[in-house]
């Protein structure tokens, strides 16, 4: 079966591809929160070496 590749911008996503971490809040409570939630989701995945969406 040949695998299909889902490009998100710059971000190619499949099952042969490294891990890509798709984040992001149930509920929006402020625009500061989101800003901290997608600083820290940025922060953890640049040191494991994966992708992310937010």
Known sequence: ?????????DINVANDL???????MNVL?????AMRIC???VTVTQKLGHSVCV
Request: no cysteine; proline share 4%; glycine share 12%.
């Open 29 to 33: 409570e402020s625009r500061d929160l």
């Open 18 to 24: 490294p891990f890509v971490l798709f984040g992001g």
């Open 39 to 41: 600083e820290h989701y």
């Open 1 to 9: 079966m040949k695998q299909k590749v889902v490009s998100i911008g």
